[in-house]
């Protein structure tokens, strides 16, 4: 069975400096691994997806993610944190044999200081 | 906008009725999943579906809860005879087929308050 762990419910920082998510996963399989965003009262976003390609991964907004097999980590990260960066992001996984499901992280709530 | 369509963005029920929930896909999706997000946690799976065909139905509650995508029209989420505890945000997503490395496009949810 697959399962993520996302390590920090609530992350803080200051505009300007650099962002950490980090995301851990459980795969008995090569996983499909996602990072959504959430911003409030609205749907989720993709910023960027692993499958297996690259191990480090380029999404939208100056995101990236690398994957880490011996570390069973997928940390998303960001250079520069934006004020419009606050929000709610998730990191899901989808195990090879999992059909359509889609298994969440239970989010980080990133939160961005002027 | 061609991106996935869920309606209504709210809805409010009184405990006892029936709750009926739509969602369009993307155009050319032909894959509808339904997730349920309760406040303070991330989405769960409920249920997968492709046209006229239920494919996983996991996550699903085994009372009261249902759930198509007919030939034509939207994908229908409906829950009977609600009770305090369906007040969530239910999401629905779709993609184009069923392959590890497909992402889903999510909607905007529709946020179900039970008085």
């Known amino acids: 069975a697959q399962s993520v762990t996302q390590l920090d419910s609530h992350v803080s920082v200051s505009e300007g400096t650099p962002v950490l998510l980090r995301c851990n996963y459980s795969s008995s399989y090569s996983p499909s691994l996602f990072w959504y965003v959430q911003h409030p009262n609205k749907g989720l976003q993709l910023l960027l997806k692993y499958t297996s390609a690259a191990t480090l991964v380029k999404g939208i907004n100056g995101f990236e993610a690398e994957f880490k097999k011996s570390e069973t980590s997928f940390h998303l990260t960001k250079p520069s944190a934006h004020m419009s960066d606050a929000a709610e992001y998730f990191c899901v996984v989808r195990g090879y044999n999992q059909g359509g499901k889609l298994i969440f992280g239970q989010g980080t709530e990133l939160s961005v200081k002027p | 906008n061609a991106g996935v369509m869920q309606n209504p963005r709210h809805l409010v029920r009184r405990r006892g009725q029936e709750a009926r929930l739509r969602c369009s896909p993307m155009?050319?999706?032909?894959?509808v999943y339904w997730y349920r997000q309760l406040p303070e946690e991330g989405l769960k799976f409920m249920v997968y579906l492709q046209k006229e065909n239920i494919i996983d139905e996991s996550g699903m509650p085994k009372e009261r809860f249902s759930a198509e995508f007919p030939k034509e029209g939207p994908s229908i989420l409906r829950i009977q005879q609600v009770v305090r505890g369906d007040s969530a945000a239910y999401f629905c997503a779709s993609s184009p087929w069923d392959e590890g490395g497909q992402p889903q496009h999510f909607g905007d949810g529709t946020r179900l308050s039970i008085l």
């Open positions: 155009k050319g999706h032909s894959h």
